[in-house]
């Protein structure tokens, strides 16, 4: 089930799919350092339109031009097959 928090084995095999994301069963996240300011904005704004499609939304930190995503499924409490849905998909629109 998408909603059900995965095993910490469970994290770990998807983690390998993931390699630019690290985390546990409390979370998953990825650093990405765009090539400045303004890109690092669009990126967040990417991320945003998806976000709200799924109705999944990332913890976002912004810090000049790196952008950190921690992905968890706060009403299940952990990481759930979105997470690592939507950080495949995020994955996908890191550009530069
Ligand atoms: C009511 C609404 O659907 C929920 O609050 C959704 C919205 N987006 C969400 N996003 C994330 N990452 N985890 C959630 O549990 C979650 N819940």
């Given amino acids: 089930m998408a909603n059900t928090t995965l095993s910490a084995d469970e994290v770990t095999a998807g983690l390998a799919k993931l390699p630019e994301w690290s985390g546990d069963t409390s979370g998953i996240r990825r650093t990405v350092e765009a090539?400045?300011?303004?890109?690092?904005?669009?990126?967040?704004?990417?991320?945003?339109?998806?976000?709200?499609?799924?109705?999944?939304?990332?913890?976002?930190?912004?810090?000049?031009r790196?952008?950190?995503?921690?992905?968890?499924?706060h009403s299940a409490g952990g990481v759930t097959r979105k997470d690592l849905d939507l950080a495949s998909e995020i994955d996908t629109l890191v550009t530069d």
């Fill in 35 to 64: 090539a400045s300011f303004p890109a690092a904005i669009a990126l967040v704004d990417r991320v945003a339109v998806v976000a709200e499609q799924r109705d999944h939304h990332p913890d976002i930190d912004i810090r000049w």
């Fill in 66 to 73: 790196k952008v950190t995503f921690t992905l968890s499924t």
